[in-house]
């Protein structure tokens, strides 16, 4: 977080209406002789909200940083960053709780900032203007109710809560300008429009915002202006209408047709007939001794793709953690194949089974070896659950890697050295190894960027081409990502409230829960 | 470079007092005639000790078992704590995790130095005893450390994505949580070595395991406590090289582990 910073409120105001309140020239960032932001121009106006959008590792967030005076360790700058009104430039990343201090309550944080903007009253005033900034600050951050808050720690707060209270910090400093970094990302379809609300209000108060985002949905519904970023250049800018229906650069059109396009789910999924493959009976998982989740029955069929979709907290990914056995703690019976039934716990099951059923995790970064080339760790898949011997295995690993779009050189590099998307895709190629009859997928698109989710999907829907018998169950917060499937199941605290064809679900909703979701993604 | 200048600061911090304890005794030829307490000069260069030893004599004698006795006695207690930790920290049977760190927990609540006052009282250890003695009171410390760190390694998904594979317990506990909490355990090792250091002194001091006038850097910094205004030397020599073999082993585990992390590259 910005440490806070002296600068009286008023100084921002003599910025005349108009001018700019935060300009970037001609940037440029390097780090080993290699452009991370290349000759960037960037004017803030206040209460406009400009966006910035590309793929991953286009330098948007290098450039939103640069504009707090941030560069990466070791980089050569050159331009010129002016914040012609002075004072902090607020910044809300993209994990809020990384930048709110555990140990403290809500209430401390803000009033820290606010004590020191008080100083210059009387002795007597100072606590009474205090806690009127606060209370002030939280309003203007959308939370209304915000003294219930003040006496919690950031881990009770919700991830949206939290974005909320770094907001609440910025405002609480004076901020003229905000950058909002992937505010939305991994967030379910009705948190996103409240966090859309939540920037328009903050714009309505005559503050600039840069948006730093690769969800063009957010994008459209929040900026006056858009700057589309590939490789550290900008390619093109204008306003966002101007942009959305003319764009004039190639790059800004692949990106705007790679964005999935809702549709009511067009094709009937073809009837599940014969024994189903997966089928799970009177389901009750529990964390300690609370239930989260209860389900009466569930069937999978050979080749069928059945997507999971809920909000956060909806007791989805603790579902394909069940079936996974990764979540224990759950009474009820899963059968694979009509017959055996599978241990709750992975342990428990025998290389078979193990093989039957695999799980992609949402955090492909977090499910690798950070010490292990990855071609190796994909290998070992199919030592264990195969008995492969290892230079079969690695010819293996490597011919999957390379379907999955990975070449030789990119498959023997650490798992540091990919990208999201790309370790996603070696980690499908560990999962299919196992020759998996099932195989689970854990918001793995989740965090990516339009262009590599599309890709991601792609390989996802050829992999279902290829392996006929292949079945996926797809946990998603995304409507866009569900409608791919055949079927959807939706979860909402727990209970699954509705299932049917995708195509059914999607145009005739018949839960409530259903339909505000659906009215979430397309508004 | 700066990680290998890191690199060969710790080796030249380090290498003083290795040198000095391993290769110390052969240069140190005969004991002189002993002279006054605590004085400085006539021929003694770093002055004399307690008893009127000529104190770089002292020095030269004193490391080898220092440092034998400490590096064995930190190097046993992780070879039993290391198993422990990682066991109970990979095992989902809570009764297997209570019944390996319960009773460690029993001998934490122990005070180290009346652990060993108590066993030697009745079994008379000498130098290898000694070194035991200090492992067991120092297992229950590194466990709990090895146990928490491997924990949140053990937590991660990888360790998940690796039972999803059906990998080998060796592979999962050694190959990956071991490499993982590397770090906290090579800070851990290097505090750990400074405790047993003192540790052996503080026996030597109380008569156990190492006579209470040995040629010991510990029991110098010791026993010269009482001369320290009149003859510094005998205190602050010893102590400073068991203070560079500290902070040296910590300095070149640091750097060895910051050029690993480098290789790895960047993210991107």
Redesign the interface.
């Known amino acids: 977080m910005n440490t806070p910073l002296n600068t009286p409120r008023d100084a921002s105001v003599d910025v005349p209406d108009g001018a700019a309140v935060a300009e970037i020239s001609n940037l440029r960032v390097e780090?080993d002789g290699r452009p991370l932001v290349d000759g960037v121009d960037l004017r803030l106006l206040p209460g406009r909200v400009t966006a910035l959008v590309g793929a991953s590792?286009s330098g948007k967030t290098t450039t939103g940083l640069a504009l707090l005076g941030e560069h990466p360790p070791g980089a050569r700058v050159s331009g010129e960053v002016r914040v012609p009104g002075g004072g902090p430039v607020g910044y809300v990343p993209q994990h809020p709780a990384a930048v709110l201090n555990p140990a403290r309550r809500v209430g401390a944080l803000l009033y820290d900032i606010a004590r020191e903007r008080v100083r210059d009253l009387p002795r007597a005033a100072r606590r009474t203007e205090a806690r009127a900034r606060v209370l002030c600050a939280l309003a203007d951050a959308q939370l209304p109710q915000g003294q219930a808050l003040l006496r919690r720690y950031p881990h009770q707060l919700s991830g949206g809560q939290q974005q909320r209270v770094v907001l609440a910090q910025a405002l609480l400093l004076g901020a003229r300008v905000v950058v909002a970094d992937e505010p939305t990302t991994g967030q379910d379809a009705l948190t996103k429009s409240r966090i859309v609300e939540e920037l328009t209000a903050v714009a309505a108060q005559g503050i600039a915002v840069l948006l730093l985002s690769h969800d063009l949905d957010v994008v459209r519904a929040l900026a006056d202006e858009v700057l589309v970023m590939k490789e550290g250049r900008v390619v093109e800018s204008g306003p966002t209408e101007r942009v959305w229906l003319t764009p004039r650069h190639e790059w800004t059109r692949e990106l705007l047709s790679r964005q999935p396009q809702f549709s009511g789910g067009e094709e009937p999924g073809g009837a599940p007939t014969g024994a189903p493959v997966l089928h799970l009976q009177d389901l009750t998982a529990r964390h300690h001794r609370t239930q989260v989740l209860h389900i009466r029955q569930l069937a999978l069929h050979a080749g069928e793709c059945l997507a999971v979709v809920g909000r956060s907290g909806s007791g989805k990914t603790t579902l394909a953690r069940c079936l996974?056995g990764?979540h224990?703690n759950h009474d009820g019976r899963v059968t694979l194949d009509g017959s055996s039934a599978l241990p709750r716990?992975?342990?428990d099951r025998d290389?078979g089974q193990?093989?039957a059923v695999?799980?992609v995790?949402q955090?492909a970064?977090?499910?690798?070896?950070?010490?292990r080339p990855v071609v190796e760790q994909v290998a070992?898949?199919a030592v264990?659950?195969r008995g492969a011997e290892a230079p079969a295995a690695t010819a293996e690993a490597l011919a999957v890697l390379a379907e999955l779009g990975l070449t030789e050189e990119q498959a023997h590099r650490?798992p540091?050295?990919?990208?999201g998307g790309e370790l996603q895709r070696a980690?499908l190629a560990?999962?299919l190894l196992?020759r998996p009859r099932v195989l689970i997928c854990d918001e793995i698109t989740s965090g990516l960027d339009t262009v590599t989710r599309r890709a991601l999907l792609d390989v996802l829907a050829g992999l279902r081409r290829e392996r006929g018998e292949l079945a996926v169950v797809l946990i998603t917060h995304d409507l866009d990502t569900a409608s791919l499937a055949d079927r959807i199941a939706v979860l909402d605290a727990g209970e699954m409230v509705e299932q049917g064809t995708a195509a059914r679900v999607l145009s005739a909703p018949s839960h409530p829960f259903t339909r505000r979701l659906l009215a979430a993604t397309t508004r | 470079m700066k990680g290998r200048s890191r690199f060969a600061l710790g080796a030249a911090v380090i290498g003083v007092p290795l040198v000095l304890a391993l290769l110390g005794p052969l240069f140190a030829g005969e004991p002189g005639p002993r002279a006054v307490s605590f004085t400085l000069g006539d021929g003694h260069w770093l002055g004399t000790d307690f008893v009127g030893r000529d104190v770089w004599q002292q020095v030269l004698h004193g490391g080898r078992p220092v440092v034998l006795t400490a590096l064995a006695a930190t190097v046993l207690a992780y070879l039993v704590a290391l198993p422990l930790g990682l066991i109970s920290a990979l095992t989902?049977r809570s009764w297997l995790e209570e019944l390996l760190m319960r009773p460690l927990d029993v001998l934490l609540a122990v005070p180290s130095l009346l652990l060993i006052l108590l066993v030697a009282s009745v079994f008379e250890p000498g130098a290898v005893g000694l070194a035991l003695l200090v492992a067991l009171a120092n297992i229950p410390d590194a466990a709990r450390i090895v146990r928490a760190a491997a924990a949140e390694a053990a937590a991660?998904?990888?360790v998940?994505?690796?039972?999803?594979?059906?990998?080998?317990w060796w592979r999962m506990a050694v190959?990956?949580v071991g490499?993982a909490m590397l770090r906290t355990l090579a800070a851990d090792a290097g505090i750990r070595l400074t405790g047993v250091l003192y540790l052996v002194a503080t026996a030597a001091f109380l008569g156990v395991g190492v006579a209470p006038d040995a040629a010991d850097w510990a029991v110098m910094v010791d026993r010269n406590r009482t001369g320290l205004f009149v003859q510094p030397w005998a205190v602050v020599v010893p102590a400073l090289l068991i203070v560079a073999l500290t902070t040296g082993s910590n300095l070149l585990f640091d750097a060895a582990l910051d050029r690993r992390t480098a290789e790895?590259?960047?993210?991107?």
């Open positions: 780090i590792g996974a990764l224990r716990s992975l342990r290389r193990l093989a695999q799980y995790f955090d970064r977090a499910a690798f070896d950070e010490y070992r898949t264990r659950l650490l540091g050295r990919l990208s980690a560990r999962a196992a | 989902h991660r998904p990888a998940e994505a690796l039972r999803m594979q059906g990998e080998t190959g990956y490499r790895k590259g960047r993210q991107p």
